[in-house]
């Protein structure tokens, strides 16, 4: 297992060294750049969180304050009374449930499917392998929105309709997760599966107990941009759910949206309330977000 | 050791590596049928199904290309697919604009609080479509609106952004390009970050300035992410729906009513699974002369 410690691929991550010193000022001229730059940054920064902050402060406002002029960015008399009546009202709490349920089994499945056929295209080499690789890009080409009534059709053949399953095993496969791996395998040294073989391994058990496991990083990132995926879906939700019991909370918004006189109490708590998982999870896992290269896994 | 490895591992195993035919079919084995079942599957009984008058239930017939004749006199059809090559035409230049600048900005050692900043950049990626939608209709509401609030406090008159069609199109365009900046902005600074500082160092003792090291090193460097960048960006901009359905429901009226949303409502609200189909194939066919004319443009670019 001497191979191990071959270094990586050049590409493997000059990126965060090289960020430390951008060209240009070489310290004296510093400060007369820095003000633009930075100005500017603050700026579009500030154009980017405002419509975000003016979306939560008004949810904490009570009802009668919101359309109260003149309008104030602070809340006078802040309440929860919003997310109370969101959260109680219209089976809310129960599509939130729904909606984690399906992301969650969606996301592993995600991962470990794309994980698996990501390490075949990378580490083995046939024809057959290299033409499923041109079907997965053309899925990318092809987004299920395209084939909205001819996929309904086939889930309603397989008795998927109304169920769960309807929408978590369509939306299993995806191009990028196995791109993502792909990348991610092809800067492992071959001479790591090579060193196993040597050694006697079977083939699956060097990817599951030498691939996998090195393989974390990467499934982080996929589970969070997987469970984002999943969490915001709208409108393959929408065809193949009928049961008001099993909607989601994109589908449940977009009801109080779509009422005749929309409730904006309602409609801004049950917002805000979707938003808080994408959220934290984010902030929790930033680094696997921010730091990872994603164009690797969607490049080539 | 590290330099003589590849030599000797290079041609032995390529002719044994061949022979392994069993592992990686078992790996790929789930991901094969869910490939056939929901994606082949669809795709040819969309196929199929284009050429006829199914409606969802029963029995159908075969109508020959009627569809298609159709779809050409159908003047929903016309304005829902103008609408969205419109509103591709001006959502990805946006995007693009917005998401290469931050980058640049976050990259740059001269703008101070850049971590700070990127989470801010990011967020709205993390919010649904649908969400942003109610976010920038509660922003742009004609009456209760913010937008409007300030624009009347300065003495303005209150812009119809609900009520004029090509106001609420802009609207949706700003809400789009504001809530996918985040990704792009992502792919960006990991393509911006490795570009050889060399490069910018030797422009620089040339004497070349931050814009034109800009144009002549940076762009030339991210040619490949630029394009990537375009192509997500187009295929996303012509299968939007949720957006336009939470910020003005496809309206006023109809006039907003892109691609997906013109399917989605023959297909499933009136029942005409064919002709939807037939319409979901002219989309499919935009999006594959999309690909190419970029596959093409990006070939051409590298060569050069």
């Known amino acids: 297992m001497t191979t191990t410690d071959t270094p990586r691929p050049v590409d493997a991550g000059p990126g965060r060294a090289v960020s430390k010193k951008r060209p240009g000022g070489t310290g004296s001229g510093g400060l007369r750049r820095a003000v633009p730059a930075t100005t500017l940054l603050w700026i579009l920064a500030c154009l980017y969180g405002l419509p975000v902050l003016w979306f939560i402060l008004s949810s904490l406002k009570p009802a009668s304050e919101l359309f109260s002029y003149p309008l104030t960015l602070v809340p006078h008399n802040p309440t929860l009374s919003g997310y109370l009546t969101a959260w109680r009202s219209a089976n809310f709490s129960q599509y939130f449930l729904n909606t984690a349920l399906v992301c969650v089994i969606t996301t592993i499945l995600t991962v470990g499917v794309s994980c698996c056929t990501g390490y075949a295209l990378a580490k083995y080499d046939n024809r057959w392998l290299k033409a499923f690789f041109l079907c997965i890009l053309a899925t990318t080409m092809l987004p299920g929105e395209v084939m909205l009534a001819p996929e309904f059709l086939v889930v309603r053949n397989l008795g998927l309709y109304n169920s769960f399953a309807g929408i978590i095993l369509p939306a299993v496969l995806t191009a990028t997760g196995c791109f993502m791996f792909r990348q991610f395998f092809l800067t492992v040294p071959d001479e790591l599966v090579e060193a196993a073989r040597i050694d006697g391994a079977r083939e699956l058990s060097i990817f599951l107990r030498i691939m996998v496991p090195i393989s974390r990083p990467i499934m982080l990132t996929l589970a969070i941009l997987s469970f984002q995926w999943r969490w915001n879906d709208y409108i393959w939700p929408l065809l193949m759910l009928n049961d008001p019991d099993k909607f989601t909370v994109q589908i449940g918004i977009q009801s109080i949206v779509g009422a005749q006189n929309i409730n904006w109490s309602v409609l801004l708590g049950a917002s805000v309330i979707s938003m808080i998982p994408l959220i934290a999870i984010f902030l929790v896992f930033q680094r696997y977000v921010m730091g990872a290269d994603i164009n690797a896994g969607l490049k080539d | ?304």
């Open chain 2, 1 to 304: 050791m590290t330099k003589r490895a590849p030599d000797v591992s290079a041609s032995p195993p390529r002719t044994r590596r061949s022979t392994y035919v069993f592992a990686p079919l078992v790996l790929i084995a789930a991901n094969v049928v869910l490939f056939s079942l929901f994606f082949v599957w669809p795709a040819v009984i969309g196929l199929v199904y284009s050429f006829t008058n199914y409606t969802g239930v029963g029995a159908f017939q075969f109508v020959g290309v009627d569809n298609y004749h159709h779809l050409l006199g159908d003047s929903a059809f016309y304005s829902a697919l103008t609408r969205t090559l419109l509103y591709a035409v001006l959502f990805v230049p946006l995007n693009f604009a917005l998401s290469l600048l931050t980058a640049n900005l976050l990259v740059s050692k001269h703008a101070k609080g850049a971590s700070v900043a990127r989470v801010l950049f990011f967020i709205p990626w993390l919010l649904s479509p649908i969400v942003v939608g109610v976010l920038w209709r509660w922003l742009f509401g004609e009456n209760f609106g913010l937008v409007n609030y300030v624009i009347e406090k300065f003495g303005g008159s209150a812009v119809p952004w609900q009520s004029n069609a090509d106001l609420s199109l802009i609207v949706v365009v700003m809400a789009a390009s504001w809530a996918w900046t985040g990704f792009s902005m992502l792919l960006f600074i990991a393509a911006i970050k490795n570009v050889p500082v060399s490069y910018y160092e030797a422009a620089s003792l040339d004497g070349a300035g931050p814009w034109r090291q800009f144009i002549s090193i940076t762009l030339p460097s991210i040619a490949p992410t630029s394009f990537i960048v375009i192509l997500l960006n187009t295929i996303n901009a012509m299968k939007e729906y949720p957006v336009f359905v939470a910020l003005n429901n496809g309206g006023p009226g109809t006039s907003n009513n892109l691609l997906v949303q013109y399917i989605y409502e023959t297909g499933f609200k009136r029942g005409q699974i064919g002709y939807a189909s037939a319409a979901s194939f002219v989309l499919m066919l935009i999006l594959m002369a999309v690909a190419l004319v970029q596959l093409f443009v990006n070939r051409r670019v590298e060569n050069r």
